[in-house]
């Protein structure tokens, strides 16, 4: 169990439910605690700290840019404070909602490539401590490179051969909390915003495409009737939900509507879905010992290798009459 990483579980008001989310089934070693706006009625075995009310008046005087989506900014901002005056190194930030871990990848054979994926479900019987290592990973990139952001891809993606790429990173991603900014802003894309504060910064904001996660979308499912946790709020403001990183980053952030489903196995709707568009912002990335980068990703894949057996698969082609 690594001792200078925190774990943190962002999480507001929960309505409809008061109980365990998702993201606390995951069996976790490191020490994990849930941050939030308002706990009352939380049915966890986490620990949970509240935002104080010192630290809500500040932000609402001194940072927030929203009437209605400043909740969790503020949990996050509260968070990296909470982290640094208890002397952890990493500040790992999860969304409350993760509901499918995995690790994806593809190896390339010449004329095909082969797909290689583990995945754990919050809906499994989990003894695997996946969260750790997933975290450890992180933590050994930041580690190793100039970055000070690190997550993870999709599990929606389809896997490519990348390892360590500069993109965008959401819900589940760790913090080097010597370098990283105090305060996340920009209503609802407030993860988007802190990667452009850290760009602002000469700070790379980094992927691992191999390690994905799940986790339930704004107003998912089969009838897209989730509106739990800050959902309801995301389908009330509609397009409006970007307006103030337009109005903060309209050179990069763009955003509109699409019918489109949001992943393979999704139809398309006839309610137009929130889109947003990003230019990319490439810094670069300077590692520091690729040797060891190595060794890790290598040992997490040995640790959790799929058995892939040869297979054949025959079709009996049936006689026309």
Not at 38 to 62: A, C, F, L, Q
Not at 123 to 135: A, G, H, K, Q
Not at 190 to 197: G, H, M, P, Q
Not at 199 to 218: E, N, R, T
């Amino acid at each position: 169990m690594r001792d200078d990483v925190l774990i943190v579980e962002i999480s507001g008001k929960r309505p409809g439910t008061s109980k365990q989310r998702t993201t606390e089934k995951y069996p976790m070693k490191c020490k994990h605690i849930i941050v939030s706006n308002d706990s009352e009625g939380y049915e966890t075995d986490w620990e949970i700290v509240n935002v104080p009310e010192d630290y809500k008046k500040w932000y609402i005087e001194n940072v927030k840019t929203s009437d209605k989506a400043w909740y969790a900014p503020m949990n996050r901002s509260y968070a990296i404070k909470y982290a640094r005056e208890h002397g952890y190194k990493y500040l790992v930030q999860m969304d409350d909602n993760i509901k499918l871990l995995q690790i994806a990848y593809l190896i390339d054979e010449g004329s095909y490539s082969k797909r290689y994926t583990h995945t754990w479900s919050a809906s499994d019987n989990l003894t695997d401590y996946v969260v750790d290592d997933f975290v450890d990973m992180m933590c050994a990139v930041l580690d190793n490179t100039n970055a000070g952001m690190c997550g993870m891809n999709l599990a929606a993606v389809i896997p490519d051969d990348s390892v360590i790429t500069e993109r965008y990173v959401y819900s589940f991603f760790t913090l080097k909390l010597d370098s990283c900014p105090d305060v996340f802003q920009g209503d609802f894309e407030d993860d988007i915003e802190y990667r452009l504060k850290l760009a602002q910064m000469g700070i790379p904001c980094v992927q691992l495409g191999f390690l994905q996660y799940g986790k339930q979308g704004v107003g998912g499912g089969k009838d897209f009737k989730d509106l739990t946790g800050c959902r309801a709020a995301y389908k009330e403001a509609g397009v409006k939900r970007g307006e103030h990183m337009r109005k903060l980053y309209g050179d990069i952030y763009s955003a509109g509507t699409t019918s489109k489903g949001i992943s393979t196995n999704q139809k398309s709707r006839q309610e137009g879905r929130f889109k947003h568009k990003l230019k990319t912002v490439k810094l670069g990335v300077k590692i520091k010992n690729a040797d060891f980068i190595n060794s890790k990703i290598k040992g997490l894949l040995e640790k959790y290798a799929v058995e892939k057996k040869d297979s054949i698969s025959l079709k009996e082609k049936e006689e026309k009459k």
